[in-house]
């Protein structure tokens, strides 16, 4: 009866022991809030978004068992950016996820603990939200996008137009970050023997006055810089591009897909699923100040040669056989 009973308790402790180990192995993450603050309309900035998100879901992650997303617009106001930063931080999230130079320093006023990945910043070291792109040093991390494609744009531009003589930028003069782009313009668009032209909007309720202005100065080419306000307008600009048969192109992500004759970048959504998987690392334990600034791995060239035959333009051979990608 004795040695039954041994038995008996001796079966009952091993099947908790192992209902425990059971447990242990199967043992959800943490659940995590992760902050997402983006400085355009949800409408223009959707794909990056859901980009990082599904990365996110690739990784492991399941929203409402291990992670929370709590998503915030600026909707391309500048000036509200602050406040929606200390209203994220307010709810002590464990990363908080951005984009561009604006946002990421109302995030990093905001705090100087929490980790910040942004998924796109142009001069990160320069701007003081890193110390070094090796070795961000702070709360702050992120993919790189160089600036200087803008410049290599104007030298495509003249390839792919070698007639075209005007070359405009549209300017949103109220983000901070467009003196940037517009600084080494004149300079690069005369060294290819463009005339440049400056158009300058405070906002998208002027893109009626710009493109009358654009049509007044008989501007050949129009260039889009990447700005909050134009990726987030996108394709209103490129419909009024094309009702004015005046070529548009640039290095903001989509903008041969949307109409334009061609763009020159990286790829958008490709740079937000490389930012999840710095919030992955952040999420697991890693230090964002020993995490190194991320270089772009892609630039694709892609030509939209349908809009150009509906504008009536010829693109150099050489252009097309440059091309990553033709848009027939």
Same mark, same amino acid.
């Given at each position: 009866m004795k040695r039954r009973a041994v038995l008996l308790l001796f079966a009952s402790g091993a099947w908790i022991l192992a209902g425990a180990t059971y447990s242990l192995a199967q043992a959800p993450r943490p659940f995590r809030r992760i902050a997402v603050l983006l400085p355009g309309t949800e409408a223009g900035f959707r794909s990056r978004f859901d980009a990082?998100?599904?990365?996110?879901?690739?990784?492991?992650?399941?929203?409402?068992?291990?992670?929370?997303?709590?998503?915030?617009?600026?909707?391309?106001?500048?000036?509200?950016?602050?406040?929606? %930063?200390?209203? =994220?931080v307010s709810h002590n999230p464990a990363v908080i996820l951005t984009a561009g130079s604006a946002a990421v320093a109302a995030c990093q006023k905001a705090t100087s603990t929490i980790p910040i990945v942004f998924a796109t910043a142009g001069i990160p070291v320069e701007q003081g939200f890193v110390k070094s792109l090796r070795?961000?040093?702070?709360?702050?991390?992120?993919?790189? =996008? #160089?600036?200087?494609?803008? @410049? /290599?744009?104007?030298?495509?531009?003249? @390839? %792919?137009?070698?007639?075209?003589?005007?070359?405009?930028?549209?300017? #949103?003069?109220?983000?901070?970050? #467009?003196?940037?782009?517009?600084?080494?313009?004149?300079?690069? %668009?005369?060294?290819?023997?463009?005339?440049?032209?400056?158009?300058?909007?405070?906002?998208?309720?002027?893109?009626?006055?710009?493109?009358?202005?654009?049509?007044?100065? /008989?501007?050949?080419?129009?260039?889009?810089?990447?700005?909050?306000?134009i990726a987030s307008h996108l394709s209103q600009l490129v419909e009024r591009a094309l009702k004015s048969k005046l070529p548009v192109l640039g290095t903001v992500n989509g903008i041969a897909e949307a109409g334009g004759l061609l763009s020159y970048g990286t790829v958008a959504e490709e740079n937000y699923r490389r930012a999840a998987a710095l919030v992955d690392k952040i999420l697991r334990g890693a230090n964002p100040a020993e995490i190194p600034v991320e270089q772009p791995e892609r630039f694709q060239l892609v030509v939209n040669m349908k809009t150009a035959k509906a504008i009536g333009v010829t693109l150099s051979k050489v252009t097309l056989l440059r091309a990553d990608r033709v848009i027939e």
């Open positions: 990082f998100r599904g990365e996110l879901k690739n990784l492991g992650y399941v929203e409402g068992r291990d992670i929370l997303i709590d998503v915030r617009w600026a909707d391309d106001r500048t000036e509200r950016l602050v406040s929606l %930063a200390a209203e =994220v070795r961000p040093g702070g709360n702050i991390t992120g993919i790189l =996008v #160089h600036l200087d494609l803008n @410049q /290599k744009m104007v030298e495509i531009t003249r @390839q %792919a137009l070698p007639n075209a003589r005007r070359l405009a930028m549209l300017i #949103h003069e109220t983000d901070p970050v #467009h003196k940037f782009f517009l600084e080494p313009f004149g300079p690069t %668009a005369r060294q290819f023997d463009f005339e440049p032209l400056i158009v300058r909007v405070g906002g998208a309720e002027e893109f009626d006055r710009a493109f009358r202005e654009l049509v007044e100065r /008989k501007a050949d080419v129009l260039m889009l810089p990447s700005l909050v306000l």
